[in-house]
């Protein structure tokens, strides 16, 4: 059976980067990647379980998975053969390694477990099992229009979203019912689920950025930070709005226009051959210089895809090259502890001079605007 | 500062283990294991990026984190001092380790990728890293009274959340709206959300055991499996529940009786030093007895704590012996390909002489009864 479209043309792709690297068969295990490769949408509900993995060799390739998700692998991965494995799936990919004679295995160090790996080399002591992640993660650099298009449709029903849980949205309501109103839009409109826990973050909870929705009663006059996205075929939004209910107090017009003029400077600076290091700084050197450096502690931006976070990382401690094709966020944010913060997060795909901006609506930065 | 209860009694548990096992450091990665030993909540996002790392040394407890999370982590982490770390997490912890002249450092096999290991290695290449996952899953096996407290909690609310759905389930709502609206319930009822992705699959899709919601519209006469539990303080529930709207199929009636059978075999017959294959060979040998073994792919059963599945696991491939204290799911199942399946799950405390049944309604399975 032949591997259908647009999954033939990736596992071609990935067989010559295999070829590139000197490696005769590549073990995939991150669930965005099998998709990726495959189609296979199964994923995993825990840190170290696996719903599955691929085993592409020169010639064959292969979905290794249990008795749970058999007919899910077989529906899905069409042009793979499916293999079922008892709990220890480490010996069934040491059987087919060894069936196709395989002389190197690539494995993705960055989510293999050091467990894991060592039952992989019991069962496969004579052949070297290398590092390859990178491989897979620059396959997945370039979006081609198919997501392109996938991810704008997952922004604008975001955006939809967002807008009538802010008719939802009144003083006294915790940040919890937002949130779930929030998603539950999502789902309404169309969307697979939230691509990424959703967060509602009022008052002095603003000003922790990763905070999970609490049971805190939302407020008037504070900061209020929704950062969320909806996953539809796949594939992720992730944008961030900072609004007020009644008048913002003046700290908060103060922050709020720096993280917009930050935001607004990296998106018109950001072009390809720029380096993600200095598409940071583009952002970070205009809060810095109005005093507020240390008050933004997280990266621009981050790559956005099948995984809510993926390469490039718009950071200071990274230097990738921008090329058109790379979808990512752009995010400043200052966060005052005790108080609240703003955060603002926009994504674009690089294009051949600049960027394009992905989002649909374009109403939202009616007030304020620097 | 001095750690709270009951994290103190925990922290000194460990660092016994510890000592055990000759080892002077402590890395704890797995988000529960962090919980269980300091109160802190946060919560990874992606499977390789952690939100924070203790390092447990005989003297001192640290909390390695970023930026993102120092507020929660101070106000959290009562008695551990908390530290920042840039994006390299193993080089902070590589210099609290030369700090503290530790001369070997335990770790997570399970968790840890090889990346990680790999980083860690490169920061101490004089000391011995060594596996110590199991040190701290046998900590979690032995709820104490107030985790069973938390456990019961979330159970009830689940039964609760899904009498609810119940009532808002009919012929034609999609499995996507029917999943939303149960955690949606759970919420309103007090739930953090839902311990795991919840699963609501109908007639075909309730042959596969790890079915995700899709767009299928619920029919009359087919099996509808409901695999869910919510989140509270921590503490996940884990039950299943098959129902039929309308008539039952005499097939559906066959399996359904066998299911229920096989449940109660393995209640009634779970009890302090039964190994946990034997306890899963008690429903496995009814099913199989009925011809139906091939059908039932998967283990009876697994623990259950601030891990929808943690040690120990009821399967043959496992002979961890059960004692009292022990919370395990007990779930048999039969799946019947194209057609549909059967799952009923309940949870169980081992005691000092058999089992008691955690679950608050008892109720449900008026219809029909073996």
């Not at 960027?355 to 605007?369: A, G, H, I, K, S």
Request: positive net charge; hydrophobic residues 40%.
């Amino acid at each position: 059976m032949n591997i259908p479209e647009p999954y033939a043309s990736r596992v071609k792709a990935v067989r010559r980067s295999m070829t590139r690297a000197g490696i005769r068969g590549l073990l995939v295990t991150r669930p965005e990647n099998r998709r990726y490769l495959s189609g296979y949408t199964a994923r995993d509900t825990q840190i170290d379980e696996s719903s599955g993995r691929l085993l592409v060799t020169p010639g064959r390739q292969y979905l290794v998975t249990d008795f749970r998700y058999r007919t899910q692998a077989e529906v899905e991965a069409r042009g793979y053969e499916v293999v079922m494995s008892g709990p220890e799936a480490a010996r069934t990919i040491g059987e087919l390694a060894r069936r196709t004679r395989l002389k190197s295995l690539g494995y993705e160090e960055d989510l293999i477990t050091v467990k894991f790996f060592e039952a992989l080399h019991r069962e496969l002591p004579d052949i070297p099992i290398e590092p390859a992640a990178g491989l897979l993660s620059d396959l997945r650099l370039l979006k081609d229009a198919g997501e392109i298009k996938k991810i704008r449709r997952a922004l604008g029903l975001t955006e939809k979203a967002l807008r009538e849980t802010w008719a939802f949205l009144k003083p006294g309501r915790t940040e919890i019912e937002v949130a779930r109103f929030l998603e539950e839009a999502m789902v309404r409109l169309g969307a697979e689920g939230p691509a990424f826990e959703s967060i509602v973050a009022s008052g002095p909870n603003a000003a922790l950025p990763h905070a999970v929705p609490t049971r805190r009663k939302i407020g008037s006059g504070e900061t209020i930070i929704f950062d969320c996205g909806a996953r539809l075929d796949g594939y992720g939004a992730d944008i961030s709005r900072t609004i007020v209910l009644g008048r913002p107090k003046s700290w908060i017009k103060t922050i709020y226009r720096l993280v917009r003029q930050a935001q607004l400077t990296a998106i018109r600076g950001i072009k390809p051959g720029l380096t993600s290091d200095r598409a940071d700084a583009l952002a970070r050197d205009v809060i810095e210089a109005a005093g507020f450096g240390p008050n933004f502690g997280h990266a621009l931006g981050h790559g956005v895809g099948m995984a809510t976070h993926e390469a490039p990382a718009l950071s200071r401690f990274r230097s990738t090259r921008l090329e058109p094709g790379m979808v990512v966020t752009v995010e400043p944010g200052i966060y005052i502890e005790g108080r609240g913060g703003v955060r603002l997060e926009e994504m674009v795909m690089v294009t051949e001079k600049s960027v394009r901006l992905l989002n649909r609506d374009r109403t939202f930065y009616e007030w304020p605007e620097p």
